[in-house]
T-cell receptor, first 113, second 111 residues
Framework: QKEVEQNSGPLSVPEGAIASLNCTYS??????FFWYRQYSGKSPELIMS????GDKEDGRFTAQLNKASQYVSLLIRDSQPSDSATYLC?????????????FGKGTKLTVNP | DTEVTQTPKHLVMGMTNKKSLKCEQH?????MYWYKQKAKKPPELMFV???????INESVPSRFSPECPNSSLLNLHLHALQPEDSALYLC??????????FGPGTRLTVL
């Protein structure tokens, strides 16, 4: 199975700082990349999708993709305590006529007031 | 209606019991999924239904039996489970890849 690696953390940042979450993947043929946020005891929530090299911004969130380096990241600007959660990187694996997501182990982020 | 609902929220069962988890969505999504998530681990895909047909079974033990009665409903029938099957079971739906909407999950405890 293809692998998706994330720093397990925990990552701790002060309120208002930029939180940087990183992810690498093993399948050079992967085309679709996603970030999910999961609060403790809750289900994952899709927050960002990125498909082409470069940056994609949505509010305080920026996803960055570098296919040559097989690297995808998520930046959270002006971090808030409400951003404290586990962030899961996921890559779409295509093969055998089907598609499925491969998740990284997740990075736990704590934003300190 | 933009949500996936799951019942029950919590379930405790013995190893000889038979129970079912239920999932419902009314967004017209044609792909529905079952995931299993253990504590501090990422979700693991179990089954995918596409247009009410089972399209992916991730080599899940037969004590888990999925069923898709119609395009809005997805069931997971449980029989003779083991304590290591205790986990959060997540249903999800999507109009296409990737998974966009997860349900709140059923927290299952097997005694």
């Amino acid at each position: 199975q293809k692998e998706v690696e994330q720093n397990s953390g925990p990552l701790s940042v002060p309120e208002g700082a930029i939180a940087s979450l990183n992810c690498t993947y093993s399948d050079r043929g992967s085309q679709s990349f996603f970030w999910y946020r999961q609060y403790s005891g809750k289900s994952p929530e899709l927050i960002m999708s990125i498909y082409s090299n470069g940056d994609k911004e949505d509010g305080r969130f920026t996803a960055q993709l570098n296919k040559a380096s097989q690297y995808v990241s998520l930046l959270i600007r002006d971090s808030q305590p409400s951003d404290s959660a586990t962030y899961l990187c996921a890559v779409n694996e295509v093969g055998g006529g089907s598609e499925k997501l491969v998740f990284g182990k997740g990075t736990k982020l704590t934003v300190n007031p | 209606d933009t949500e996936v609902t799951q019942t029950p929220k919590h379930l405790v069962m013995g190893m000889t019991n038979k129970k079912s988890l239920k999932c419902e969505q009314h967004m017209g999504h044609r792909a529905m999924y079952w995931y299993k998530q253990k504590a501090k681990k990422p979700p693991e895909l179990m089954f995918v239904y596409s247009y009410e047909k089972l399209s992916i079974n991730e080599s899940v033990p037969s004590r888990f039996s999925p069923e898709c009665p119609n395009s809005s409903l997805l069931n997971l029938h449980l029989h003779a489970l083991q304590p290591e099957d205790s986990a959060l079971y997540l249903c999800a739906s999507s109009p296409s890849s990737p998974v966009r909407f997860f349900g709140p999950g059923t927290r299952l405890t097997v005694l």
